[in-house]
């Protein structure tokens, strides 16, 4: 079965530019993690969905973050203006609706962004 | 964000030597997760455990839930070349959606 799929993997863009990265969660699965990973920092939740419903955004820093969730199979981060602070790698994880393995967060490869 | 105490921060090993790490959290939590991360990938689930004081294998790896509730175990027998990466154990309760993750511990193995 396919894991969670990211894309891209990699970004790199200009200062001021948008940025959208993509992510579809494991068949299945309802709820959807976004994080971003940097070494000062480590994994940073960004928001959760339930349901494809936003249930918790206060780990977005800026409203430059927006993401949204227009169904169970796809959901979409975006940074409008993109600034070189939000170099990182950002995840995308999800989660089984229920049974033994509710607690398990699958991620996805990442997309490594770069802002010049 | 708060980051759940994971020791050693790093490990060079020899091939075939066993590795032990640990994972401690000032919360108590009923689930705790064990990842690993490779360079450039996202983390990959080794194991998961749910009640103190289970311990589970997955071949080489073994992990146990510490019998407070606040602490974790990760055992590597017999290190490989491929065991190279980054460890995170991470810690959850049942009906949230928060998970805590550790600070990690890198390893690195010597042919």
């Known amino acids: 079965d396919a894991g969670v799929i990211q894309s891209p993997r990699h970004e790199v863009t200009e200062m001021g530019q948008e940025v959208t990265l993509r992510c579809k969660p494991i068949s299945g699965h309802n709820s959807l993690f976004w994080y971003r990973q940097t070494m000062m920092r480590g994994l940073e939740l960004l928001i959760y969905?339930?349901?494809?419903?936003?249930?918790?955004d206060s780990g977005m820093p800026e409203d430059r973050f927006s993401a949204k969730m227009p169904n169970a199979s796809f959901s979409t981060l975006k940074i409008q203006p993109s600034e070189p602070r939000d170099s990182a790698v950002y995840f995308c994880?999800?989660?089984?609706?229920?049974?033994?393995?509710?607690?398990?967060?699958?991620f996805g490869p990442g997309t490594r962004l770069t802002v010049l | 964000g708060q980051q759940l105490n994971q020791s050693p921060q790093s490990m060079f090993i020899q091939e075939g030597e066993d590795v032990s790490m640990n994972c401690t959290s000032s919360?108590?939590?009923?689930?705790w997760l064990w990842y690993k991360q490779d360079p450039g990938e996202g983390p990959v689930l080794l194991i998961a455990?749910?009640?103190?004081?289970e311990l589970t294998s997955n071949g080489r790896l073994t992990a146990q839930f510490g019998i407070t509730r606040k602490d974790s175990f990760l055992n590597i027998s017999a290190s490989i070349p491929s065991d190279v990466g980054i460890y995170f154990c991470?810690?959850?309760?049942?009906?949230?959606?928060?998970?805590?993750f550790g600070t990690g511990t890198r390893l690195k193995v010597l042919a």
């Open positions: 991470a810690g959850t309760t049942s009906g949230t959606y928060k998970y805590i």
């Open positions: 919360s108590i939590f009923n689930t």
């Open positions: 994880a999800s989660r089984a609706r229920e049974g033994l393995s509710y607690n398990e967060q699958f």
């Open positions: 455990l749910y009640k103190a004081g």
């Open positions: 969905f339930n349901n494809n419903v936003p249930i918790d």
